[in-house]
């Protein structure tokens, strides 16, 4: 491959060849481009975080992640150890995730409304070693909070955070920015294709608890080149993005992206209409990311506009089985990609045509860019005897784990013999054209957004804080359900979820 090469055609060469890694790819376009504009803060950033926003080149982006790498290194942390982090959708993240990839560790980006609790049972359940956070976020003290966790984490030796006023006693990593030569890391030597290592592990929710989900770097690669070609992202495209780091899709719609066009990723911390039409227009955005529901509701309010640069609209759904029922996208100048998340299971994507339809999946391989000769095979699709959605592909984890921990009585990511997952979504298969169509939700689950939530456990929470005391789920035309609870004393309830650190969406069931 020709060092440099940078577009989503080079990207599913990148994915067919099997070897780059994240920080490869990152390289070559730091070779290509080392004075433009690699990561743009969001304008409200200090309002977000506390601190001024920040835009990197990539040489300046470069320099910064090899700080981040050397500076976990000299903090004793070592090869293939798990870095967690909670933080902003902000460069800070950005740059710190792959900081950790460029150390030779795991990066572990933790869901920004989980709380100690959360937050506990995951670092401990994978044996992470260090913790990473934004120092605030809005209202919120991650910093206090990352030191009450690393208190009932006892495996945890490092706390670090960017952002004003951090507490005693974490490391602080604004100082890095100002590294002008930083020593580079120990090179980290592999017996097998780097590639295939762990990279990132996130995290899903079953009816039974938490389930982590390891991805190696050609999983991660296969699944951003995906949505790229699919959505036609162009060399040295702009992309701006209402996700954040913690999830497969705000990794493969953004992240993975950016860094294979090698462009510019301005991140937007979700969010804030206002601040976002203005991102748009001050970026000149060719590509931007958000939640399925803003894209409609922003395409209805005739809020976009090609004049601004934007080309096409990447829509995540966290409810897929929405998309078949949604209206026609009408902008006949901005393209709209849907894109069904199975969780962090897998997900694909297909551009609307020029009736604004959702286009129907069928059964067998999705491809990338749809119907082009040679084009990358993203995920093959079939239904299993139970009448769920299964699939299996490029960018579905081959491997629950990354390492031997002890998995009792815990689920993990159910991958059958012929490399089949079950996202668990029911679907129905037309006899005549093999067209696929989800019929439901997941049993069991509450989502919330981005968030999920098993039902049998939402009543044990509401049971333990108070008898009597139940939490359930309504319709919500934005983030598809939310929680409301009831209880004899609704203030008493709120104040025991809080104090057990739970996610505030559970503990806001029961605002007063």
Known sequence: MILGQSSPQHAAMLVKAGRSTLDDVFRRAVARRPDAVALADPPNAKAVTGADARRLTYAQADRMITAVAARLRHLG?????????????????VVTLLGILRAGMIAMPLPLLWRQADCAAALNRLGARALVVSGRIGAVD???????????VF???????????????????????????PEAPPAITRPVNP????????????????????????????AGAAIALESRVEQNAVILSSLALPSLAGLALAVIPWLLVGGTLALHH????????????????????VPAALALRLGEAGALTRRDGLKALIAAWRAPERIASSPNWRDGMIGLVDVPVFGETALFAARRGVNGRPVPFTLGAVTAPRGAPGALQVVELARTTAGTLAVRGPLVPKFPLPFEVDVTGKPTLAVDIDGFADTGYP????????????????????????YRFGQNALGEIAAEAAPGSRIVARPDALVGQ????SAPDRVRVHGELAQRGLNPLIVTAFSP
Do not use: K
């Open 77 to 93: 942390l070592q090869t293939d150890q798990v870095v967690g982090l909670q933080m902003a959708n902000t460069v800070d993240a």
């Open 142 to 152: 991650h910093c206090a909070l990352a030191m009450e966790i690393a208190a009932e």
């Open 155 to 181: 495996q945890i030796r490092q706390v670090c955070g960017f952002g004003p006023g951090l507490a005693d006693g974490v490391v602080d990593f604004r100082d890095l920015y100002a590294v002008e030569a």
């Open 195 to 222: 590639a295939a290592h762990v990279a990132v592990i996130t995290w899903d929710v079953c009816a039974e608890g938490l389930v982590p989900v390891a991805r190696n770097h050609f999983e991660l690669l296969a």
């Open 270 to 289: 979700p969010f804030d209409d206002e601040v976002f039409l203005a991102q748009c227009r001050a970026e000149q955005a060719a590509n931007a990311v």
């Open 427 to 450: 679907c129905t298969v037309d006899q005549a054209s093999r067209a696929l169509a989800i019929s439901g939700g997941l049993s069991g689950i509450v989502g919330v957004g981005g």
């Open 482 to 485: 939310r929680l409301a609870g």
